[in-house]
């Protein structure tokens, strides 16, 4: 009955960190970006009873006697799922169809990753003009450097294809090439990325290194789209199914834990 205590608190532990990512995946139901994440569990150690069963007669059984103890959280996965396309006003908000994801250069440095293509043109102290983050983190183009453009340019009359590649419309009417591409990276495992907030990701040893579009042949190239974003993975539906059978789970183990100890004061009750 001790056991049976442990086991079911191990339930309810496994199933509160459940219902902790879902209330995570539906808090950003509408962020840009957004990949769903799963949990998965894992079975704790069986304690053996009995190494060898017999039946009434003696004979043995092909099977033994073991218990299990309880369940935790094996991993929490994120699904790089493709989101759906939604429409944008925004002149520098893209949308990746494919496995990309953009590229962008950290205070420290460090490059991130991320599938949030909403973008702002922002202008330097170099006067010049830098795609950026919202965070004002800047956009690496295909050669791992910022995306900047001298401040006479007027940015409204920037285009762009859907490999990225970065295009200039002047006052004459003539279109040129501004030999500039916006980076995206893919990883042979994306969910080994590390989280670090604000729809950022970092390379890890699990993700292993990233693989640069445009350079590594053996890589399907991803299209970007200009004018539109994309939605967050999660589906409401989904959710609330999950939240309603992690919900159950908790519930019944918490009833196990009530029953064990009803059990345990009623052998505590016994009287010779």
Request: proline share 3%; aromatic share 8%.
């Amino acid at each position: 009955m001790m056991r049976a205590l442990w086991t079911a608190a191990s339930g309810m532990k496994s199933q509160q960190t459940s219902l902790d990512n879902i209330s995570n995946n539906l808090a950003n139901i509408n962020t840009t970006g957004y990949k769903k994440e799963r949990l998965e569990f894992q079975s704790l150690l069986y304690q053996t009873l009995q190494g060898t069963t017999t039946d009434h007669e003696g004979n043995p059984k092909p099977i033994g006697a073991q218990v299990g103890l309880g369940v935790k959280v094996a991993a929490i996965s994120t699904e790089f799922h493709q989101g759906i396309p939604e429409e944008s006003s925004g002149d520098f908000d893209f949308f990746i169809e494919g496995d990309g994801l953009f590229m962008i250069q950290m205070p420290n440095g460090e490059t991130a990753y991320t599938r949030n293509g909403h973008f702002l043109m922002s202008i330097d102290s170099g006067n010049t003009m830098t795609l950026t983050t919202t965070d004002g983190y800047p956009v690496l183009g295909a050669n791992s450097s910022p995306l900047s453009f001298p401040i006479t340019l007027d940015a409204t009359k920037l285009t762009f294809d859907n490999y990225g590649n970065v295009f200039y419309t002047d006052a004459n009417g003539v279109t040129q090439n501004l030999g500039l591409q916006i980076g995206l990276a893919q990883f042979n495992n994306p969910s080994g990325l590390t989280k670090i907030g604000d729809s950022y990701f970092v390379e890890s040893d699990a993700s292993g290194v990233p693989r640069l579009e445009g350079q590594d042949a053996t890589l399907k190239r991803s299209k970007i789209v200009n004018g539109y974003l994309e939605a967050s993975s999660v589906q409401a539906v989904d959710e609330m199914v999950d939240m309603i059978v992690t919900q159950r789970a908790y519930e019944m183990n918490s009833k196990a834990i009530q029953a064990s100890d009803e059990m345990l004061q009623q052998a505590n009750n016994l009287r010779s």
